[in-house]
């Protein structure tokens, strides 16, 4: 059985859940409470985790040992104890926790199914990789609503190979999300060290409890970003390797400086037209992601890299958007930008790009004396559900990159027909210093041609609606139990 084939029936199981009046929007969370038990469990088993992190009574074997309401009653009781637990970690990922499950025989189901899967073929390839492909899938569900904590893993493991993070270093995500980006840098530095086996006990430990932080405004998000990392043999501080906070408030100005900072930050403009409520970022804005750029410079270390996942606004916006791009050249060394195509976030439509930069310090001028451009987005596959993006599609990139992390590796300019040119700084500031620079016509403008078949777009536009109606009825199904209430 292949993880995909796993991740599948995780997913089918979503339907018993259907069943018990829980919709879309509370599936993976209702579904990973039990499943992180069971994947503790076999964690624990198998040496990933050097001991059971769940006290007795919550543990799966516990459970297999009971049935109906007992079943039922214990396992909310037990929700509540672990979201008390004097172990911060375990408080922190079941903060909250409840269960919506009114069914004691729904309960026994999934257990019973979750019981059923092959757990030593998932082994194989890690439990944290297989719970990650589960919230892949709920990202893929455009009617979870999950995407837009998700970045397509292709994305995050081709950044994190020219990023090349080296054990000892610190490596933080102030926009953490899932912990996507923080999980694949300790994936490649395990890869690169036998699995850390390379290292002393002093260096693992590290590694294990500090070289990773993140940072999460969204508490459910968190719940699934701290079991990730858990499941991954990441365990951090105290509060594990997510913090909660907002880091445009007063939580995010007290992270550390880091030596890599690696993310993507939410897109848009804060509620209300407020903006950062935290005072140390010398610009003022209501756009988040021009917001998270000044942290993003301040936290880094002096010699420190970023890469930074940004939308076309963050490149062309005036006023004090041209004024942040101005002061992220002068501190940093903005060496290589990668313009993506569209259609690769499930915020289908937004067009995005990765900033690569190399921090000389918070008091430097002029570190950036040209800026290389890569375009991946000009005559590109359309990427969706039909062609979905693979780490093979940015392969040509990574090649003219090179092999130093900080973009020093010799580079030739592709010239005007080619995806990779070279622009001085005299050149950007005469634009205004925008950064949104394309040169290649793209000749993939829509036509009929090219539009899928038509009973393939009723089919699509069919299982939206349907997706739709079973939101609304789960609403109204809430909604008539209040009111019996």
Request: charged content about 25%; hydrophobic content about 40%.
């Amino acid at each position: 059985m292949t993880q995909n084939d796993i991740v599948q029936k995780l997913w089918n199981l979503c339907d018993v859940l259907r069943d018990d009046g829980i919709n879309y929007s509370d599936y993976v969370t209702e579904l990973v409470l039990l499943l992180f038990i069971k994947m503790e469990q076999e964690n624990a088993d198998n040496g990933v985790l050097q001991a059971h992190k769940l006290p007795e009574f919550a543990r799966w074997k516990t459970l297999l040992g009971l049935s109906g309401l007992n079943l039922l009653n214990h396992y909310r009781s037990a929700l509540l104890q672990l979201s008390q637990s004097t172990d911060p970690l375990i408080a922190a990922i079941y903060a909250d926790a409840q269960t919506r499950l009114k069914e004691a025989r729904h309960l026994e189901q999934l257990i019973k199914s979750l019981e059923g899967i092959d757990w030593f073929s998932a082994a194989k390839d890690g439990l944290g990789d297989l719970y990650e492909g589960l919230l892949e899938k709920n990202a893929s569900e455009t009617k979870s609503g999950a995407g837009q904590y998700f970045t397509p893993r292709p994305l995050i493991d081709s950044i994190v190979h020219l990023m090349q993070p080296q054990p000892g270093e610190t490596i933080q995500d102030p926009a953490a999300g899932t912990a996507g980006f923080l999980i694949a840098a300790d994936r490649y530095m395990r890869e690169h060290t036998d699995d850390y086996f390379d290292l002393n006990e002093r260096e693992r430990a590290f590694q294990r409890n500090r070289a990773f932080l993140g940072m999460e405004l969204v508490s459910g998000t968190r719940r699934l970003a701290l079991m990730n990392c858990l499941l991954h043999g990441m365990e951090g501080d105290d509060a594990g390797v997510v913090h909660l906070g907002n880091t445009l408030g007063s939580a995010g100005a007290g992270l550390p400086r880091s030596d890599i900072i690696l993310s993507n930050p939410p897109f848009g403009t804060a509620k209300g037209g407020g903006g950062p409520t935290r005072d140390d970022l010398t610009y003022q804005t209501s756009n988040k992601q021009l917001a998270f750029v000044q942290h993003i410079v301040r936290h880094l270390k002096d010699d420190g890299r970023a890469a930074v996942v940004l939308p076309d606004n963050v490149l062309f916006e005036a006023g004090v958007g041209a004024e942040i791009r101005r002061d992220l050249m002068d501190k940093c060394r903005l060496h290589t930008i990668l313009r993506l195509p569209t259609g690769i976030f499930y915020a289908q439509g937004v067009k995005t790009n990765v900033l690569f930069f190399h921090k000389i310090g918070q008091a430097a001028t002029g570190s950036t004396d040209e800026v290389w451009v890569y375009d991946m987005r000009a005559n590109a596959p359309k990427f969706g559900k039909r062609t979905p993006l693979t780490r093979a599609h940015f392969a040509e990139f990574e090649a003219v990159f090179g092999e130093d992390c900080n973009g020093f590796s010799p580079r030739t300019d592709q010239g005007e027909s080619g995806r990779w040119r070279r622009f001085s700084r005299e050149e950007v500031r005469a634009r205004g210093d925008s950064l949104d620079i394309s040169w290649l016509k793209d000749d993939n403008a829509e036509d009929a041609a090219d539009l899928p078949e038509p009973a393939v777009l009723a089919r699509e536009a069919m299982d939206e609606l349907n997706g739709a109606l079973e939101e609304l009825e789960a609403i109204l199904a809430e909604l008539g139990e209040e009111i019996s209430a």
